[in-house]
């Protein structure tokens, strides 16, 4: 059951075909249908948005959610207005993940600047650092430091 290498000239016949099922959500996992790395090139996939991505970031996913829904569907003048001004610990991580992430939209896919937005914007717990502080009489407390994996998307607006 091994999918079927297409080459550039199929990939384009066929375009309005495998987007479609790029699209439609498996019937029982409720995932789309991955594409290669290829593929998507070819087919163009992703080229209307701009990402970035912060992996094990030392600092807690709770934390960062509420900076996040702060910025969510806002232009990106605006967010970086509200990023500047928060006085949280995940602003500063977030105003630099937002640059990056305006970056590859403006230089990497040729977008407009003033039409962009943060289409989506979430953060998913790393994996957590396990630590001992030891404690009187010989006891040993554990401390948890949590990491987060955060992703930007910021889009055109319409």
Known sequence: ????????????KNKDQILAEQNAKHRKSNK???????ERKVLGV??????????????SSRKVKIVLDLIKNKGIDE???VLKFTPKAASEVLYKLLKSAEANAVNNNGLNHDELFIAEAF??????????MPRAQGRAFKIQKRT???????????
């Open 32 to 38: 789309p249908a991955l594409l290669t790395k290829k």
């Open 1 to 12: 059951m091994e999918k079927k290498v297409l080459s550039k000239e199929e990939l384009l």
């Open 123 to 132: 953060a998913t717990q790393g994996p957590t650092l396990k630590r001992i």
């Open 148 to 158: 987060s994996h955060i992703t930007l998307v910021v889009k055109e607006r319409q």
């Open 46 to 59: 992703g080229k209307d948005e701009g990402r970035a991505v912060l992996k094990y970031a030392r600092i």
């Open 79 to 81: 967010a970086y207005g």
